[in-house]
């Protein structure tokens, strides 16, 4: 088996290898070296991370259980540092030498930072991985000023997503208008108009000369002697192909590294993909090109088929801050060049379409981007259209829902997904002869929609079109996952049914398309049994997410962190003194106080792990667990003015009754003694607040992007009622609730009144609930524990040798 290394782990390399599998799965033995510490994901959609609408697990594309279910030797956090092409041999950043048959780059871009006085401040950061974006969530806690500089489509993505954390937000550009590159001037123009209705404040034809602060940033000087105050800089002016390795590798650069049209470089049995590819003078930054490239290297390397590179037409369709948009070819106005317009400023509506010599050439439609698979099309194809109805090229009013579907019209040879190259006929295809029924489905088997997602409405539109009233029926419940037809709902019921206990199992009864399911049902599945059965349920680590597979959160460097438990926030001076000295003695870079009055133990080596937590001997935080995390209390009556209660020693009994528990997401509680809230308790997934004699219980708060206020769900009078409501509380969540769904979405999706009804108003069901809390409990063990006293666990998990039970 011929051993192919692969230096860099993002979308064009994962996918350029899911090609080669794909055509020849047992010709590679595969190493991947990745920088960050995560497995692939989705790029594209980190905006809706910052946004609240995802979280990192969204965007996953593929998952751990993927690299070893293809034989991949994934280097997680481990940066490829040099390459010897004589002797073909990789070497990481942490060791490790990969032996090399055949050798891909896919090292992408770095954002490109403006070379200013100031840049290297504390809270000037790009907008281009997982660790900016929580570092600009982190910051939203504790500043509320925000400039964005460019006015491109990722700096207003950006600014978006700032604005979503309650921000203030200016987005500094040096052109006339936004997105420069994507539109022309009256589309820019109303998107200008738009995003200021959302909050956004431009600063057009500013050029930033310094970035002001001590330590910190604090404020942005202009060229023109103007000035800004702000608490965070984010720039994004552009990427650099990242060709630092390469060129050190002997490989031949100019802007990118230079490739044929099979993607080789100058070097034998050297490859290169992706944004640091520069191929016939031209270097790509969107997806669509980066997979063609990866396509026709696969068939290169796997040597079924003859292909060649020639170029990609560039265009672009993504929903900017809300606004759809879409811009293809050559769309600005030219002397031999005539256009096609629709301005509707009413409607909010600007289409163009530009001509030359009596073929389409380019295009840009803001506000409805209905007509961009035909207008696309004919770009590719050239289509001649002096014989055409000019009006009929572009419609001037939207489509009304009541009329044809746009997808019914189009050709089989359309493209639906422009990011993955699939058209309309590959898509009918798979859901005829593979009998597929949902969008999931289809895009497991096509790649459609797997990208920017733009296309998903018309893939739904297409599914609906060639299923007919069985889609309708089949719409009417969103199955867990592609590997199954089944519901988060009908899952519970059949694992409850059936008394299934095993993941594999569940797997197996229920008819699973793919038998060893993938990264959004098998945790899922791994719940809900324990959640039914937890007495006779097999807890199945493999099947949980890496956080809680090692019980410890892995940070941006691969390493992790330690949290100990801490009862309601209340520690001793034995405590810390064991914190300082394990501390010390592993060389921990940062102890933290965290927002959920705890320490955090920052920068920890997984081997290091188990006997941190032996040494430590204090039960674990679950500060990484889908679980009860913290109690976050008040000092209360005993030393506080103005409280009512003795919050601390509730929060102390709430935390020792429920500590890591398992949710379908986490939950966090907080108990003030006094309505003054000084725990925050009204933004706590439970939050309780005391009043002269009683307390009041709050539920589905948020404190997170997706701000909530927690309703009032009843008032209590003694300590004791309050835990049995919030046994009978949670336990209703875990029952009712779909994995990975916070209390607050859940709440509003149940609805108030219905949670009571059931608690507040019906003894008997919440002693019920409260009694199947019992037995969840009594079968909880402490986890390091368990860890600290099993070599198999140590060696299998942490990497631990010569460990004897």
Request: glycine content about 8%; hydrophobic content about 35%; some cysteine.
């Amino acid at each position: 088996m011929e051993k192919l290394v692969l230096i860099g782990n993002g979308m064009a390399g994962i996918r350029t290898l899911e090609e080669i599998i794909k055509r020849d799965p047992d010709r590679f033995e595969v190493t991947i070296f990745g920088k960050e510490p995560y497995p692939n994901y989705n790029r594209i959609l980190l905006s809706s991370v910052l946004q609240g609408d995802s979280s990192v697990e969204d965007i996953i594309l593929n998952d751990y259980d993927w690299y070893e279910k293809n034989g991949c030797n994934l280097h997680c956090g481990e940066e490829a540092v040099q390459v010897d092409t004589e002797q073909k041999v990789v070497y990481g950043s942490f060791g490790t030498e990969a032996a090399y048959d055949k050798l891909i780059f896919a090292t992408g871009s770095d954002p490109f930072m403006l070379p200013i006085d100031g840049a290297d401040k504390e809270g000037v950061i790009a907008f281009r991985d997982i660790k900016d974006c929580e570092a600009m969530i982190e910051t939203s806690k504790t500043h509320k000023r925000a400039a964005v500089i460019g006015g491109g489509l990722l700096g207003l993505e950006a600014a978006r997503g700032l604005l979503n954390l309650n921000m203030e937000v200016d987005v500094i550009h040096l052109p006339e208008f936004l997105m420069e590159r994507q539109l022309d001037e009256p589309a820019a123009a109303m998107l200008r108009e738009e995003l200021e209705g959302q909050g956004m404040r431009f600063h057009m034809n500013k050029q930033t000369v310094k970035i002001r602060g001590e330590d910190r940033v604090s404020g942005l000087l202009f060229k023109d002697g103007t000035s800004l105050d702000t608490d965070l800089v984010v720039m994004a002016v552009g990427i650099r192909p990242n060709v630092a390795l390469a060129a050190a590798s002997g490989l031949e650069t100019d802007r990118a590294i230079l490739v044929d049209d099979q993607m080789c470089t100058n070097v034998p049995d050297v490859y290169a993909v992706g944004e640091c590819v520069e191929h016939r003078g031209t270097v790509y930054g969107l997806v669509a090109p980066l997979y063609e490239q990866g396509s026709v290297l696969a068939d290169h390397l796997a040597e079924t088929a003859e292909s060649a590179y020639e170029g990609s037409l560039m265009y672009t369709q993504l929903k900017v801050s809300g606004v759809d948009v879409f811009s293809a070819g050559e769309f600005t106005d030219g002397a031999d060049t005539k256009a096609i317009r629709v301005h509707d400023e009413f409607e909010g509506v600007y289409k163009k379409v530009v001509v030359r010599g009596g073929s389409v050439i380019g295009a840009v439609l803001f506000g409805d981007t209905s007509d961009s698979p035909r207008l696309l099309d004919m770009i590719k194809k050239q289509t001649d259209i002096s014989e055409m109805d000019k009006a009929a090229i572009l419609p001037s009013e939207k489509r009304e829902a009541s009329a044809e579907s746009a997808v019914v019209s189009m050709a089989e040879d359309e493209t639906i997904c422009g990011c993955n190259g699939v058209c309309k006929g590959d898509i009918v295809a798979s859901i005829q002869e593979k009998e597929l029924s949902s969008l999931q489905e289809v895009t497991q088997h096509t790649n459609a929609g797997r990208s920017c997602g733009g296309c998903k409405p018309l893939v739904s539109e297409l599914l609906e079109l060639t299923l007919g009233d069985a889609f309708r029926e089949a719409d009417q419940k969103e199955p867990m996952c592609g590997c199954t037809t089944l519901s988060h709902e009908e899952v519970t019921a059949e694992i409850r049914d059936k008394k299934l206990t095993l993941v594999r199992e569940v797997m197996n009864v229920l008819g699973w398309s793919e038998p060893e399911g993938c990264s959004s049902c098998r945790p899922a599945i791994n719940y809900y049994i324990n959640m039914v059965n937890p007495e006779e349920a097999e807890d199945d680590a493999n099947s949980r997410f890496i956080n809680e597979r090692v019980h410890a959160n892995i940070q941006n460097d691969g390493t992790y962190s330690v949290v100990p438990r801490m009862y309601g926030g209340v520690t001793n001076p034995e405590e810390l003194r064991k914190i300082a000295d394990v501390a010390d003695k592993y060389n921990v870079r940062m102890v933290k106080v965290t927002g959920g009055q705890r320490l955090d133990l920052l920068g920890v080596k997984k081997a290091d792990l188990p006997s941190i937590w032996e040494e430590l001997g204090m039960p674990s935080g679950h500060a990484y667990g889908k679980a009860v995390r913290t109690v976050k209390t008040c000092v209360g009556q005993d030393f506080c003015r103005f409280g009512t209660q003795d919050s601390i020693q509730l929060g102390i009994d709430l935390e020792k009754k429920f500590q890591g528990v398992p949710t379908p997401h986490k939950v966090k509680m907080g108990v003030s003694a006094c309505p003054r809230n000084c725990a925050e308790s009204g933004i706590k997934d439970i939050g309780i607040v005391g009043l002269q004699g009683a307390w009041e219980m709050y539920v589905g708060g948020n404190g997170g992007v997706d701000l909530r206020q927690g309703d009032l769900l009843c008032t209590v009078t003694t300590d004791e009622d309050v835990i049995h409501m919030t046994a009978a509380y949670m336990q209703l969540y875990r029952e009712t609730a779909k994995y990975l769904e916070r209390t607050s979405h859940w709440l509003e999706r149940v609805g108030l009144d219905w949670v009571q009804e059931q608690l507040v108003d019906n003894d008997a069901n919440c002693a019920a609930l409260a009694e199947r809390m019992e037995r969840t409990i009594a079968q909880m063990e402490e986890p390091w524990e368990q860890i600290v006293n099993s070599g198999t666990i140590k060696q299998e998990y942490f990497d631990v040798k010569h460990v004897t039970t």
